[in-house]
T-cell receptor, first 109, second 110 residues
Framework: GIQVEQSPPDLILQEGANSTLRCNFS?????LQWFHQNPWGQLINLFYIPSGTKQNGRLSATTVATERYSLLYISSSQTTDSGVYFCAVAYNQGGKLIFGQGTELSVKP | SQTIHQWPATLVQPVGSPLSLECTVEGTSNPNLYWYRQAAGRGLQLLFY??????ISSEVPQNLSASRPQDRQFILSSKKLLLSDSGFYLC?????????FGPGTRLLVL
C-alpha cells in the first residue's frame, strides 16, 4: 500500500517564526488533505490539496503530485498553532485516508 | 450546518468487557462514515467505513466490528475488549473529497 512519510517528526519554534512541514507519498494519489490536531484531540481540516497551491491566512500548502510530495507552510507562528499536523492521502474513490505519522509542533511564547 | 457527535467522550473498561461507541451526524443525509483509531504514537488507522445503512467495509481484521443501523448513526462494537484496543477512536464523515472528524472517544482498557 501507499506509504506516507512526514518530516520533521517534531518541531519547536519561537512565536513569530516560520516553518515548513513536508509530506512524501509513495504512489499516485487523488486526494491529499492536511489536518491539525489540537491538544484536546480534535482534528481540524486545513486543506484539501491533491495538486497546486492554496492559502488560508498564515497557512499555505503546495502539492507537487508528479514528484509525490506536499508542503505545509506556517508563517508568523502563534502558540495556538501548537499540536500535531497530519498529512493524509487516498488513492481510490472510497475516500479511505492513509495518514502519515504527523509532525508535532510546539510554539513557545 | 453539519455536526458530528461521538459518545462517550471517555471510557475505562476492563479486559473482556463489551464495547459500544456511538457516532451520529446531523445536517446531512446518506453520508459516507468512517471509524479511525489513533494509538499512542500519533498515526491514525482506518478501521471501518460505510457508504449506507447496513453497508460496512472492514479495513483491518481485529477484535472490533461496526454497524450502521440508521442513515446517520455509526456504531463501533466489541464483544470482549483486549488491552490492545486502548486508544483514541475517531468518527468521520465525508463531504465531497473532504473528511470531517468528530471529537473522539478515549478508551482505556485495563
Amino acid at each position: 500500500g501507499i506509504q506516507v512519510e512526514q518530516s520533521p517528526p517534531d518541531l519547536i519554534l519561537q512565536e513569530g517564526a516560520n516553518s515548513t512541514l513536508r509530506c512524501n507519498f509513495s504512489d499516485s494519489v487523488n486526494n491529499l488533505q492536511w489536518f491539525h490536531q489540537n491538544p484536546w484531540g480534535q482534528l481540524i481540516n486545513l486543506f484539501y490539496i491533491p495538486s497546486g497551491t492554496k492559502q488560508n491566512g498564515r497557512l499555505s500548502a503546495t502539492t507537487v503530485a508528479t514528484e509525490r510530495y506536499s508542503l505545509l507552510y506556517i508563517s508568523s507562528s502563534q502558540t495556538t498553532d501548537s499540536g500535531v499536523y497530519f498529512c493524509a492521502v487516498a488513492y481510490n474513490q472510497g475516500g479511505k485516508l492513509i495518514f502519515g505519522q504527523g509532525t508535532e509542533l510546539s510554539v513557545k511564547p | 450546518s453539519q455536526t458530528i457527535h461521538q459518545w462517550p467522550a471517555t471510557l475505562v473498561q476492563p479486559v473482556g468487557s463489551p464495547l459500544s461507541l456511538e457516532c451520529t451526524v446531523e445536517g446531512t443525509s446518506n453520508p459516507n462514515l468512517y471509524w479511525y483509531r489513533q494509538a499512542a504514537g500519533r498515526g491514525l488507522q482506518l478501521l471501518f467505513y460505510s457508504v449506507g445503512i447496513g453497508q460496512i467495509s472492514s479495513e483491518v481484521p481485529q477484535n472490533l466490528s461496526a454497524s450502521r443501523p440508521q442513515d446517520r448513526q455509526f456504531i463501533l462494537s466489541s464483544k470482549k475488549l483486549l488491552l490492545s484496543d486502548s486508544g483514541f477512536y475517531l468518527c468521520a464523515w465525508r463531504r465531497g473529497e473532504t473528511q470531517y472528524f468528530g471529537p473522539g472517544t478515549r478508551l482505556l482498557v485495563l
